[in-house]
């Protein structure tokens, strides 16, 4: 059971918005380390998303942006298309438990 | 560009080791901290160790402190993963993936760059 908790899964049409919560703690988010998010296909490398809550990489559609609020993160994703089916990672790091992950979201385009 | 490839992975009896390595290019690797990060398959990531720049200094999970050493090469840009004592629980994808940081009220860090990683099943 990851210290950073995901929903395992969400859904949308193409078009619509999605959101993806990443929920810590006072050792981690909450204690002011940033979050960060990667996307990541089966069999492919991990691909940075957002870093520093929500900062985009050069490359990273507008249709993805970050959020963070007390103990809390969430990912967002506005206008889902096909290829934005994948699972998809919050990232920080806690005082105790150094790096961690949450444990995964996976996001099934319908 | 930034490239990362592991190898080094492989079928292994529970109590033996492996040695993995990750062959950096793209960049110069002796200015990054580097990690490994893990992910069973089917599951989600799970990190697993980190280096800094120098090799000077190193961190772990509690679950494979004592079994595994990280250790880097800066002559030859590799990066490396000891693996002794390796149970079937250590079974998973094995990724290097590069740290970059900014200055927030401390330093922060996240992955940038990551390999594709290289498959370590322990059996018998």
């Known amino acids: 059971q990851s210290v950073l908790t995901q929903p395992p899964s969400v859904s949308g049409a193409p078009g619509q918005r999605v959101t993806i919560s990443c929920t810590g703690s006072n050792s981690n988010i909450g204690a002011g380390y940033d979050v960060h998010w990667y996307q990541h296909l089966p069999g492919t490398a991990p691909q940075l998303l957002i870093y520093?809550?929500?900062n985009r990489p050069s490359g990273v559609p507008d249709r993805f942006s970050g959020s963070k609020s007390g103990t809390s993160a969430s990912l967002a994703i506005t206008g889902l298309q096909a290829e934005d089916e994948a699972d998809y990672y919050c990232q920080s790091y806690d005082s105790k438990l150094s790096w961690m992950f949450g444990g995964g979201t996976k996001v099934t385009v319908l | 560009e930034v490239q990362l490839v592991e190898s080094g992975g492989g079928l292994v009896q529970p109590g033996g080791s492996l040695r993995l390595s990750c062959a950096a290019s793209?960049?110069?690797?002796?200015?990054?901290?580097m990690h490994w990060v893990r992910q069973v398959p089917g599951k989600g990531l799970v990190w697993v160790s980190r280096?800094?720049?120098?090799?000077?200094?190193?961190t772990y999970a509690d679950s494979v402190k004592g079994r595994f050493t990280i250790s880097r090469d800066n002559a030859k840009d590799t990066l490396y993963l000891q693996m002794n004592s390796l149970r079937a629980e250590d079974t998973a994808v094995y990724s290097c993936?590069?740290?970059?940081?900014?200055?927030?009220?401390?330093?922060?860090?996240?992955?940038?760059?990551w390999g594709q990683g290289t498959l370590v099943t322990v059996s018998s």
């Open positions: 280096i800094n720049s120098d090799g000077s200094t190193t």
């Open positions: 520093g809550n929500i």
């Open positions: 793209g960049f110069t690797f002796s200015s990054y901290w």
């Open positions: 993936a590069r740290a970059s940081y900014y200055d927030s009220g401390g330093y922060q860090y996240y992955f940038d760059s």
